[in-house]
């Protein structure tokens, strides 16, 4: 979805570099989430956040952090990089406050991050 | 804890015909919702079809509808006329108001559809 736009698509980064993923959204969602996808296991939750003072632990958050820098803004940082952080990581987006879309979430692109 | 099951890794169905993928859930939640998504090879995600668990009817969106059997906790998508374009991985999803709508997702199936 083009009013989900992550960055960069692609990186490919050396073991122990800080490195940050960013999502920004046009959407005007309250909330914004970040997953990592690994084959044959699915999409999986690493933060997701309310609004610019609610982050929250997704089901594997160890290894990174985020930022909430705006209510447009969620970004995801790896501060030493691992190889088997070697994945396909998503930002998506949701609408709390009601209306048709409410609950559903819109993914952006993507970003695939290899780490050597 | 929510888990969401989908025990076909891989599928294939030829072009125009009619291709069911399954998916089963656990929750101990009564008012949550159900999700068909779509990866094609763009890496897009994509939602197909959308169910709430409060509505009996099942939700149909044009070619694709599903078969919503809440007390066997069974969420299938039905594709009909399959397209050349419907080749794909296909995620199911489920989120539950009480859990702040953290998805959950199936481990997926790959789809293939056979000219």
């Known amino acids: 979805d083009a009013d989900v736009t992550q960055t960069p698509r692609n990186r490919i980064t050396k073991t122990g570099k800080r490195i940050m993923l960013e999502c920004s959204q046009t959407?005007?969602?309250?909330?914004m989430y970040w997953y990592r996808q690994d084959p044959g296991l699915g999409l999986r939750l690493i933060y997701y956040s309310f609004d610019v003072k609610d982050i929250n632990k997704g089901e594997i958050s160890d290894g990174y952090s985020v930022s909430r820098q705006a209510q447009a803004k969620f970004s995801l940082s790896l501060e030493s990089a691992i190889p088997n952080q070697t994945a396909l990581y998503f930002c998506?987006?949701?609408?709390?406050?009601?209306?048709?879309?409410?609950?559903?979430?819109?993914f952006g692109a993507g970003t695939r991050l290899s780490v050597l | 804890a929510q888990t969401v099951t989908q025990s076909q890794p891989e599928m294939s169905v030829q072009e125009a015909e009619t291709v069911t993928l399954s998916c089963t859930y656990d929750t101990s939640e009564n008012n949550y919702y159900l999700f068909w998504y779509k990866q094609p090879p763009s890496r897009q995600m994509i939602l197909v079809i959308r169910?709430?668990?409060?509505?009996?009817q099942n939700a149909t969106e044009n070619r694709f509808s599903v078969n919503f059997q809440k007390a066997a906790k069974s969420f299938s998508l039905k594709i009909s006329d399959s397209q050349l374009g419907d080749t794909a991985m296909y995620f199911c999803?489920?989120?539950?108001?009480?859990?702040?709508?953290?998805?959950?997702f199936g481990t997926g199936t790959s789809l293939t559809v056979i000219p």
């Open positions: 999803a489920f989120s539950a108001l009480n859990t702040g709508n953290q998805f959950y």
């Open positions: 998506a987006t949701s609408d709390s406050t009601g209306g048709r879309s409410k609950n559903i979430q819109y």
């Open positions: 959407k005007g969602h309250d909330r």
């Open positions: 169910q709430e668990a409060y509505k009996q």
